[in-house]
């Protein structure tokens, strides 16, 4: 608020108000119930929910308030930062359904949604009361995985401001033998010199390796360096992992993938000394790994990246440098010959380009009968039927899901709900093409629907196994597995689906799939 002045003496109050008021500003109005309505009984409502999430911060002396703002029209988040108060934040929403934003494709016009979903029952309360007025609902309902990214980047800024705005990087150097460390930053170099990025596109290999005990451990790997910003690979601990980033739309996608994962854990390429642990770098000195300044060296670097800032990465270092040296040794004679797949296996390593789906399972899981039921949502349906549909799947866990979805059985049941037969041959050749596409779907474990990642292409999709493992974030596949017979016992999918009742028009072909609608 600016400060009061006082006026000019012999000059006229009109005149000395116009001048303050161009020189210091207008003071921002208060936010009533009564401003608010105005401001927005001009503008058109829409049944949309916008999601607002806040957590203290701490800044120095003060505090602020994180916040994000949420808008379903907008692929990013409107706002993502620390504002003084709850009032400025509402200001910034209620000018924000005043103007519209967005370019081209992703421009949408002003409008007023019909509730906020909020995170703090204070500002539940405190903005219900303001915005009754206005007719827009204020409710407690923000997703928990977005409330806890929201939290944790808090605790971010708090940790930064506590630390002069530095982010401290963990080591991930210590603990190893001087010959360990200079061996992987040894296989780094030839990693760049190798440009994988030129020679492999950025889908992902799956690496597999065994630790000292004998047991056996896998990742998926994706090279970066296609931007020619990023120089690297990326490691993802599973495959739905992977889905998640891969498929991500927008940055609030991301952030949200970034924590479920626990972080984003990676081996880069880092430009100065600087973006490496003060460990790190007096280690490297104390064994003469290095003669550069600290400034002028440049490397590579493990870590883990999370909301809250640098973690210990989860990878084992022998395998990281087993990896960057197998990729380096099988660059082909010319480097921008594209490679489209390959198998390497090493004393250490079993490597497969593209690595897919399948991969990660083991022999019991591919094995497995399993029933999935996936919510089906698509606005030609909703229409007519003003609901989800539930479709039940009886497989085997190593099926691809968009296999299921793009086969002939799903399409037959598909078209019987959308009554095709009444559809012009234009709309039943679009309907064929675009089937696995335009779909939202859902897979309901333990009565709460998860997100599903699914995409069109086979290589792509979960399977069956690991879309009942998406809530667990382990390797784990059963979350409702059906009994596992002996490999003597001759059980059709169908024998096998009766084990909880008859599954009535079902569709059963050779593949051993099984699927029905749910009424």
């Not at 409008?111 to 405190?126: E, K, M, S, W």
């Not at 479709?391 to 099926?399: C, F, K």
């Not at 382990?474 to 409702?480: F, M, P, Q």
Request: hydrophobic share 40%; proline share 6%; net charge negative.
């Amino acid at each position: 608020m600016p400060k009061k002045r006082t006026q000019p003496a012999g000059m006229p109050p009109e005149l000395a108000e116009a001048i303050q008021q161009m020189f210091m500003g207008f003071a921002p109005p208060e936010m009533t119930a009564g401003y608010i309505a105005g401001e927005l009984e001009d503008l058109p409502r829409r049944p949309e929910s916008w999601l607002v999430v806040t957590h203290p911060v701490g800044l120095g002396e003060s505090e602020a308030l994180l916040s994000l703002v949420v808008c379903p029209d907008s692929p990013e988040p409107l706002l993502f930062q620390p504002l003084e108060n709850a009032e400025e934040l509402l200001r910034f929403v209620v000018e924000s359904m005043g103007m519209g934003q967005g370019e081209g494709d992703n421009a949408w016009e002003a409008y007023v949604p019909a509730q906020f979903l909020v995170n703090d029952t204070q500002l539940a309360f405190t903005w219900g009361n303001l915005l009754r007025e206005a007719s827009i609902q204020v409710n407690m309902g923000v997703p928990p995985d977005l409330d806890a990214m929201v939290r944790q980047a808090a605790q971010q800024f708090a940790l930064a401001m506590a630390n002069g705005g530095a982010r401290q990087t963990v080591p991930f150097l210590q603990g190893h033998t001087p010959e360990e460390a200079k061996e992987v930053l040894a296989a780094f170099d030839g990693f760049m010199k190798a440009r994988p990025w030129n020679w492999l596109d950025d889908r992902p290999m799956f690496v597999q390796w065994q630790d000292d005990q004998g047991q056996l451990h896998s990742l998926y790997a994706v090279v970066m360096g296609h931007n020619n910003q990023e120089f690297g690979l990326s490691l993802f601990d599973c495959w739905t992992d992977y889905l998640e980033v891969a498929l991500a739309g927008s940055s609030s996608e991301m952030m949200a993938a970034v924590v479920a994962q626990g972080g984003r854990e990676a081996v880069n390429l880092a430009h100065s000394g600087a973006e490496l642990s003060d460990e790190d770098w007096d280690f490297m000195q104390e064994h003469r790994l290095t003669r550069e300044k600290r400034e002028k060296w440049s490397g590579g670097v493990q870590q883990r990246i999370g909301i809250e800032g640098s973690l210990a990465p989860r990878h084992p270092l022998p395998m990281v440098t087993a990896l960057l040296k197998l990729l380096a040794e099988n660059a082909p004679a010319a480097r921008r010959d594209y490679v489209t797949s390959f198998k390497r296996k090493t004393a250490s390593l079993r490597v497969s380009y593209p690595g897919t789906a399948r991969d990660e399972l083991s022999p019991a899981e591919a094995q497995a009968w399993i029933r999935v039921r996936i919510k089906v949502r698509d606005r030609r349906v909703e229409y007519r039927e003003k609901k989800a549909l539930t479709l039940e799947i009886v497989a085997q866990g190593d099926t691809l899901l968009g296999k299921v979805f793009s086969g002939k059985q799903f399409q037959r049941l598909w078209q019987t709900k959308l009554d095709v037969a009444k559809w012009t041959q234009s709309d039943r050749t679009s309907l064929n093409y675009d089937l696995p596409d335009w779909l939202y779907r859902l897979v309901e474990v333990g009565g709460e629907p998860t997100q599903l990642f699914c995409y069109s292409r086979n290589e792509m999709a979960p399977t069956l196994a690991q879309v009942l493992a998406l809530s667990q974030r382990e390797t784990v596949y059963v979350l409702d597995m059906m009994s596992r017979f002996g490999d003597d016992d001759q059980h059709t999918p169908l024998d096998i689906a009766q084990v909880d009742g008859p599954m009535q028009d079902a569709v059963v072909e050779e593949k051993g799939v099984a699927m029905r609608w749910l009424e």
